[in-house]
């Protein structure tokens, strides 16, 4: 058996992390730290490449993250398949206090480029919403009054 790196674990199973392979570490850090509210919480190196998590500082008790993984091109162990991106319809999604939210960040994106589908009111429960690129081509979805936050406090408290 191996001995732990870390004290202190969950009390119970956690979903904690999406991870995606990146083209570009740095692009990808800057990119969700401007567009989102994700923060860095942890970057590293070692032998296979970078690797960086990204997420929201009130989550401590419950943390979800977003993990970037650049790897090496000599130690790729996905060496041979193709980059996945989340794209057309999978995407993440970012539920916005405010309509005037989801306005802002897709005229933010529009001027740099990166916006894929500008703000539009779909039917119950999707809400109003905007798509945004991440750089390596994967959806981001900015959401109001798509009901995700108030459902889940709702039932769960």
Known sequence: MTEPVY??????????????????????IDWYCEYTPLELLDRREDDMGYGAWLGMPDTADR??????AQFFPDTDPF??????VLAPFAHFGMEMPDKDQVDAIAAKADEAGCLAMGPTMMPPPIGYICMLRDPDGNMVEYSWDQGVYATAKQRWG
């Open 7 to 28: 004290d202190l674990h969950p009390p119970e199973p956690r979903w904690t992390h999406m991870a995606l392979r990146v083209a570009d570490i740095d692009a990808t």
């Open 79 to 84: 060496a041979d398949a193709p980059q996945e």
């Open 63 to 68: 943390p979800f993250i977003l993990v970037a």
